[in-house]
């Protein structure tokens, strides 16, 4: 029922940009929280950009001033402008989906993720 889907990714130059999109869909729920994650193999899974309903969002350092999170609430759609892209950049991306089902119970819903290679 509920669906999760990240587009954009590929391969830029160093310096150069990407814009991910991600769609949650899902019928009678709405989606508190949306964010980007990022994963290299062999590290953890890291925030990269949170945004929370009636909150500013949340940056990972590395990104502050170069990345750009937004959302069409209304569409249950996220978007992340990378801009000034570097080679440490590149990761796995994925995009998650946070509901509450009930009262004081939240569920994140994942998705498979979009690569992001920076090189020259």
């Known amino acids: 029922q509920v669906q999760v889907v990240e587009s954009g990714g590929g391969l830029v130059q160093p310096g150069g940009s990407l814009r991910l999109s991600c769609v949650a869909s899902?019928?009678?729920?709405?989606?508190?929280?949306m964010g980007w994650y990022c994963q290299v193999p062999g590290q953890q899974r890291e925030p990269v950009a949170v945004l929370t309903s009636g909150a500013s969002p949340n940056y990972a350092n590395s990104v502050k001033g170069r990345f750009t999170a937004s959302r069409n609430s209304a569409k249950n759609i996220l978007y992340l402008q990378m801009r000034y892209l570097k080679p440490e950049d590149k990761a796995v991306y994925y995009c998650?989906?946070?509901?509450?089902?009930?009262?004081?119970?939240?569920?994140?819903?994942w998705g498979q993720g979009t690569q992001v290679t920076v090189s020259s």
């Open positions: 998650k989906a946070v509901s509450m089902i009930r009262t004081g119970v939240h569920y994140g819903y």
């Open positions: 899902g019928s009678a729920v709405s989606f508190h929280t």
